[in-house]
């Protein structure tokens, strides 16, 4: 080791500061500068937005070290306020800058490290620099925010981009009590991860109240008062007091591009696996640098503590020690708190291994985080990437409450190590049962992954449903009629699992089979009974109903706060903020007054339901058993940790009559009060009933018309009519002047190809470009036969009930404000409600 070295470190906080206090340990005669722009080093990034949201109570607690403790424990000299404005690699020298005195100096350096990091990015949109917009890197920008939500007492804050900073600071905004709207221009949340794990982001976010907007970006900032407006790329406008933007960050690579050293096609700076750039002396680590990604081989940048962390080390020992250490690279594994959900990933993600075409397989599994006999077990997804070659481990992606940190860092290690689903299946883990299942959710996941690879079984994905030919196709739901019930898949036909092998003459063997159940293992049973049994194309769908629905479903928030108005005397007020704390909706179902005569009236009547650990549809099972023994005017509270179940338990109160008291969510566990009606449960196949229901599916022209025909007919022969439009059919009882409505990408895509209302059908045959249409308008009127929009009119007078299927609305963006005055809304128990009445069941 050479005497007396020079080591001169620019930049003082993760990789900095890390490399640093490495080389002393490894050289402890060097001369070692560390230079910081800013006024602090080593200091909590990471913990910024948790102080901001006070969780963080001490600011003092951010700084982990500080100049006078790297001087006094590691002879360490640091320059903080002093900027590294250039450097000249040939005569070895850097220029600094005193950002106090603004005096420039230069330094010698026999080794030179870049830890610069990586800069928001702040695009040039109108009005960004207004007073109110903020960033959040470093530590004057988060006393900035912080002082402005200290002593202005916002009300609203905007979040520009939902990564996972952004997500962040929309918690800890949204601790504070400001209404918070996220504004992002991808269709999904935190882009590591795949739209299916986003999807159920996105719904944890609706019961928190927090608004946001997908597919849109800003197009403009502008100052009223003291307001900001932020105008969106659609046109709409949001009021708020503060923006946090958190759109991305880019590596500070300026500085190495000046000096002549080879910057990479992603903006970073080019190391070897030795962290060495382009220039001999001079080595480079943390947000700022670029590497060969060891899953795809394709050189990226990760923007991760960890890996900077690591990276210091292993820049340390080659420098003091001559290049030994080679670093293989970062499988970006990262993780992050949103509200009550952890989010996580590691590795490659579904999207990356597409734009590199990389051949790929992935499954997706529903578990629980530990055994879920034992109390407080809660649901996790997990999306697991490998090869379909070898079973290689691409990467994984978790969400869940609990448990999701260390079943990622499983799947890490198998992936750093370069492990295959095989030896996810081996994992051997720490088993109890307040922990863990003897089978953890990483082995089912490598279990489910390996029957892929072995023939045993066929996974398909949630939106390759929609791309079959529904000709061709036989969607099998083999979940209980209960849980079918509570909503299935358009068009699938529901045989339970335990009695598929008396059934099997009600599957068509010359069609492609999609199985599919709650979660997916009750599918891969019926898989297995249907492969053995003489069918060849069948499917199990990945992930089951629960990833359909929650990947299916309206993902946007928009307008939540749209009932609210800023007062003249500056607060925000809302219909009945404590309502909606407390249950996250605002359909009266529950009120403090009714909750409080509620325990006054019945003390002693509650029986208290514990289905924690059980996933869909255990809860509900649950409560129907223990409803049948309880009194009328009883109630119940269940209490379970399957978050469907909120929606699950309205659902379930609507169609059986049963009174829904209160619904309340905690975190994973949902809290429901039930109480028992007199009105008796109908069989959901009952076709004793005197009434007629008559689901609209279809936008033709003549199968509306046969529709109303049939409806009028069966209203003036004295049933009561239910018509259910649903899908396609929602065009008819759409209103002829519809008001604006703003929509998402698909949405809009729908309503562009879509008739506008029920004047602009087409026949279902002739149509002739719409001159068949025309015609039988014509013919009708000639043969004295009412229109379509007389006959829907008369439907009304009548009595007919129209109601709109909000699944299907949700599906093709069709708004509440485009149908009908008075067309209701209502879900599938809505309709099996009306269907278990009626004698007439038709599908048109
Ligand atoms: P930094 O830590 O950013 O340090 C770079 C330093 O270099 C800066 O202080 C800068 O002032 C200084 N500098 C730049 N140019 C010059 C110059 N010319 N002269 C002198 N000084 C200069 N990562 C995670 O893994 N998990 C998390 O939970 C997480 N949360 C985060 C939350 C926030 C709010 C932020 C901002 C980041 C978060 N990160 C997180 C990312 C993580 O902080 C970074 O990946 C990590 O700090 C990168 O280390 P670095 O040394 O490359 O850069």
Redesign the pocket.
Known sequence: MEENMKYMI???????ATTAARLRRNDESAEIII????AHISYA??G??YYIGSTISERDKLFVQTPESFKAKLNIEVRVR???TAIDPDAKKITVKNLDTDEEYTETYDKLVL????EPVKPPIPGINEEGIFT???VPETDAIKSFVDDRSPKRAVIVGAG??GLEMAENLHQLGLQVTIVEMAQQVMNVVDYEIAAEVHQHLKTKNVEFYLSDGVASFRREGERLAVTLKSGREIETDMVILSIGVRP?SK?AREAGLEIGRTGGIKVDKYLRTSNHEIYA????IEFENPITGSRSIT????P?NKQGRICADNIAHGDKSTYKGSIAT?VAKVFDLTVASTGVSEKTLTAEGIPFLSVITHSSSHAGYYPGASPMSIKTLYSPSDGRLFGAQIVGYEGVDKRIDLFATVLRCGGTVWDLGEVEHAYAPPYSSAKDPVNIAGFVAQNTLTGVSQHIHWNRVEEMNPDRLFLLDVRTPEEAALGMIEGAVNIPDYELRQRLSEVPKDKTVIVYCAAGQRAYFSERILRQTGYEEVYNLSGGYKTYEISTQRQANEDIFAGDYLGKDDHLYQADPERLERTGRLDGSWTPEREEEDRRLHPAQLKEVDASGMQCPGPIMKLKQEIEGLETGQRLRETATDPGFARDVAAWCNMTGNRLIEVKEDGPRVVAVVEKQERQVRPLTSTDGNNATLIMFSDDLDKALAGFVLANGAASAGKEVTMFFTFWGLSIIKKEQTPPVRKDLMGRMFGSMLPKHSDKLSLSKMNFGGLGSSMMKARMKSKNVDALEKMMANARSAGVRFVACQMSMDIMGVDAEELLDGVEIGGVATYMDAASSSGVNLFV
């Not at 620019?10 to 900095?16: D, K, Y």
């Not at 830890?115 to 990586?118: C, N, R």
């Not at 680590?285 to 700022?288: H, K, L, S």
């Not at 923007?303 to 960890?306: D, P, R, S, T, V």
Request: hydrophobic share 45%; aromatic share 8%; proline share 5%.
């Open positions: 620019i930049g003082g906080v993760a990789g900095g230079f910081e722009r800013g990034n990471c910024l937005p002093s900027e590294v830890s610069p990091g990586a959040l890197r470093s996972f900073i500070e500085l680590v943390g947000d700022a923007y991760l503590a960890g900077a990262a």
